[in-house]
């Protein structure tokens, strides 16, 4: 690595730059570092390419694309901004020399050995990024980085963002080629389609390479259209390849793609157990002293030379082409360097590609983007975990305690039942009416001023409500607690959102989100069972009081955000969204009192439905450009919203079935019915942090929704054909097992999606546009509440769950990219 240079921006996005690392044909690449100590590699886009709107399309997508690719031989993708002014890529960084290095200056050619294991390790490599879609198109010794445990293979993809200036004069007056003498498959040179079998030309050409220390077909010793020749057209010479692998690497080179092996069949070819180092004695010390180097590596103080007089003779100097800092767009870059990501690591290295050469004299500068306001500190995982706990709880135990407490409620004042269902209701109008203006807010003030406005605003509307004498009075205060629920839901869904950058710990954190949110009526009825039953109403209410102040003490303990005033502000749209869902949420609770649809009702509905759609087609423009960094279109995050309203409605249906079903079949209190249904939960958490997390990288998020989605189905349908006479071991477990497995398969992608693609500061809007579509399902689902009897409404679950797996597998064929979402994705269309 070398010291960094006076004309070095000091920072890219949220990352430090400590050192340069290399330079290649797309730019440079620096050693960086974020606030939170973790080490990376950035490569800087050259600025001639950064001026091609086609090439940054592409670099755009092949960057989401990446992110999605795993395994343990790769450098992963963590951070990106493909629309600065120069755009810019953060990897691992893994200190390690490249391959062409050990072989060429080190050691020498590989014994057997370590060739047969690099072979193995590279080929497990080549099949993680084939699985995520993509074809390397550069493997070569220089992208295949060396370490004490095995090869990484680092610029997967990316290359393919070049393809946009094949047909340019980019292409005529640079003699850019996509690809690298000596290491090009015969596709290549003949400017065919490449396909995953050109990576395992490369590949063996690699391990020719590695055996050899010599280049294929006589590059770097004859002419450029002569080695291209010998590409096309002649065998590979293999002399020097070690007997036991000369036959799979010759295989490898065939000139007929569809006869070379797949990545999968060289790594079964290779895989033999490893007893001792894969590498030389001689390699390992050279590893440990350039481990070394690296921790004794101390950059040099950056001094600007002293201003000297000017001379009008002398022209100005030209601004570098690199903006001196760039500010992070995503929730992922501003987590990340926060150290709210992985844990610090192994990284992209020395070779990787990019040196950008010096801009020529004449070329205008590049101008810089506007400022942004300085982005967000994260929370620290568990503390934002600690609070979404307790939020979710407190709101679950509300409106436990408000179902079973209303015919107390009802004696004691005196209420009528008009009265009784205005108080049931009003909580969930003014909840799910005020949702985007919550959002709103929070991305408007910082979540955390607006965690603890809405917990203290909810405290005190609970003793309001516990001390009002008269139903008018308690009606008010219920409508004062939806409002300011209301400001922490979609707060509160946006910790998770810009806050977890690691696949993994996002996974369990939206597991456990979904498990608490979708089983919140079985763990409200275990915690409300036995306060109904001891204390009044009143001191239910006083009881919601100690988890307001231990929630403000968690909240309090989060880092603070700064305001960003005017920052993707849209109040219009915000009271567009509020308005339209009001009178969506006020008809739909008064069709259900009335079980019939009148022409009030209808109107109130229809232009409800219009104005909430005028706020969702804003929010779409609004969140689009952030969105479309992560390969989210506006059709996968409506199939989303769809998918999740129509599971909103299906999974209400079940836990009102079930809690009916329990209390007056069986004939369990309340708590013992929340008990009962705690299996259900158990097996929520397990689907959203095992099959989800486990599937993300693997599928679009719409295959593991679509699927969980069907499993609920086929759990409503155990319930169906018994016709609700079962007891609850042989009946009623089985198919909350079922619906409990699958609600957590499909919820955790679906709010992925719904939500991946915002910054720190727009996170609240599209959390909120995610709750209130639930809200909106879960309040549609009383009207069959209200008009079909028990078990005869499980039928419409039945049908809205396969309508939402339907809208999953159609319309979500892509998503959020590695690290940004629950589950993570790709683009398409």
């Known amino acids: 690595m070398d010291q960094l240079i006076v004309e070095d921006p000091p920072r890219i996005g949220p990352y430090r730059l400590i050192a340069r690392l290399g330079a290649g044909g797309m730019g440079l690449v620096y050693l960086g570092r974020s606030e939170g100590g973790r080490t990376v590699a950035v490569k800087v886009v050259q600025a001639e390419y950064a001026g091609n709107p086609e090439f940054r399309r592409r670099f755009a997508r092949e960057v989401a694309a990446a992110r999605r690719v795993g395994g343990s031989w790769t450098a992963a ?15 691992q960084y893994i200190p390690g020399p490249d391959l062409h290095t050990v072989v060429a200056k080190d050691f020498g050619p590989l014994p057997e050995y370590s060739v047969r294991t690099l072979a193995n390790r590279l080929a497990l490599a080549l099949r993680a990024v084939h699985e995520a879609g993509l074809i390397h198109r550069d493997l070569k010794p220089s992208n295949v980085l060396v370490t004490v445990d095995g090869p990484r293979v680092i610029d997967f993809g990316i290359a393919r963002a070049m393809d946009s200036l094949a047909g340019d004069s980019l292409l005529t007056h640079t003699g850019m080629l996509i690809g690298s003498a000596g290491f090009m498959s015969p596709e290549q040179v003949r400017g065919l389609e490449l396909t995953p079998a050109s990576d395992v030309f490369c590949l063996g050409a690699v391990l020719v390479y590695a055996a050899t220390g010599r280049l294929l077909f006589g590059a770097g010793s004859t002419g450029l259209n002569a080695h291209l020749f010998r590409v096309a057209e002649e065998e590979a010479d293999l002399t020097g390849v070690p007997e036991s692998l000369a036959g799979l690497v010759g295989a490898c080179l065939h000139k007929d793609p569809a006869r070379r092996p797949t990545p999968a069949q060289v790594a079964e070819r290779t895989a033999a157990e490893q007893t001792g180092e894969w590498l030389p004695g001689t390699v390992l010390a050279q590893l440990g002293r350039h481990a070394a180097q690296l921790l004794d590596f101390a950059p040099a103080a950056r001094e600007e030379p002293a201003p000297e007089r000017a001379d009008p003779r002398v022209p100005a100097p030209r601004p570098h082409p690199l903006p001196p800092a760039y500010a992070p767009t995503a929730g992922a870059a501003a987590a990340a360097a926060e150290g709210f990501g992985p844990p610090p690591g192994p990284a992209t290295g020395a070779a990787a590609t990019a040196p950008a050469d010096a801009a020529p004299a004449d070329a205008a500068p590049a101008v810089p983007e506007p400022a942004r306001p300085p982005a967000a500190p994260a929370p620290r995982p ?70 603890i406005i809405g917990l203290a605003g909810f405290g005190a509307a609970s003793v309001f409500a516990a ?13 004062l607690q939806g409002a300011f629920a209301a400001l922490l839901a979609p707060a509160t869904l946006s910790l998770l959102v810009t806050g977890h950058t690691d696949p993994r710990k996002r996974g369990t954190a939206f597991g456990i989100y979904v498990a608490l949110t979708s089983g919140g009526p079985a763990l409200g009825l275990l915690l409300a069972g036995p306060l109904v039953q001891y204390l009044d109403w009143r001191a239910c209410l ?24 005017g920052a ?19 008809g739909l609770f008064g069709v259900g009192q009335s079980a019939a649809f009148t022409p009030l009702d209808t109107l109130l509905l229809a232009a409800g439905a219009l104005l909430t759609g005028t706020y969702l087609w804003r929010l779409s423009r609004g969140a689009g450009r952030a969105s479309a960094r992560y390969g989210i279109t506006v059709r996968h995050r409506a199939g989303a919203a769809l998918a999740l309203l129509l599971a909103g409605a299906a999974t209400l249906i079940l836990s009102s079935y079930l809690s009916y079903y329990l209390a007056n079949g069986i004939g369990y209190a309340p708590d013992q019915a929340g008990l009962m249904l705690l299996p259900m939960v158990a097996a929520m958490l397990v689907g959203a942090t095992q099959v989800s997390a486990r599937l993300a990288h693997r599928a679009a998020p719409g295959v593991p929704a679509a699927a969980g989605l069907v499993l609920v189905a086929v759990g409503l349908f155990l319930l169906i054909r018994t016709g609700g006479d079962y007891s609850y071991a042989a009946g009623v477990l089985p198919a909350t097992l079922l619906t409990g497995l699958g609600t957590g398969t499909a919820l955790g992608p679906l709010l992925a999606t719904a939500t991946t693609g915002a910054a720190l500061r727009g996170a609240g809007a599209l959390s909120a546009a995610a709750v209130a579509a639930q809200q909106v399902g879960e309040t549609l689902a009383t009207l069959p509440l209200v008009q079909s009897g028990y078990p005869h409404v499980l039928w419409w679950a039945f049908g809205a769950v396969l309508l939402a797996a339907a809208a999953a597998a159609l319309m979500i064929t892509a998503g959020p990219a590695r690290g940004n979402s629950a589950g993570a994705p790709v683009q398409g269309r």
């Open 568 to 586: 993707r502000s849209d109040p219009a749209g915000a009271l567009l969204g509020s308005g339209g869902l009001a009178l969506v949420l006020y």
């Open 467 to 479: 001390l009002a004498p008269a139903p008018g009075l308690l009606i008010a205060a219920r409508a």
């Open 542 to 565: 006083f009881a919601l009081v100690p988890f307001v102040v231990v929630g403000l003490f968690l909240v309090a303990a989060l880092p603070g955000e700064p305001a960003h005033p």
């Open 77 to 91: 993708v963590l951070d990106a901004d493909p629309e600065a002014a120069v755009p810019w890529v953060a990897t």
């Open 382 to 451: 568990r503390r934002a975990l600690a609070v979404v706990c307790l939020l979710q709880l407190m709101l679950a135990l509300v409106a436990a305690v408000s179902a079973l407490a209303a015919p107390a409620v009802q004696s004691d004042l005196g209420a009528d039942h008009e009265t009784l269902n205005l108080l049931l209701s009003i909580y969930w109008v003014a909840f799910g009416a005020l949702l985007p203006l919550g959002g709103h807010f929070a991305d408007l003030v910082g979540r955390k001023r607006v965690l």
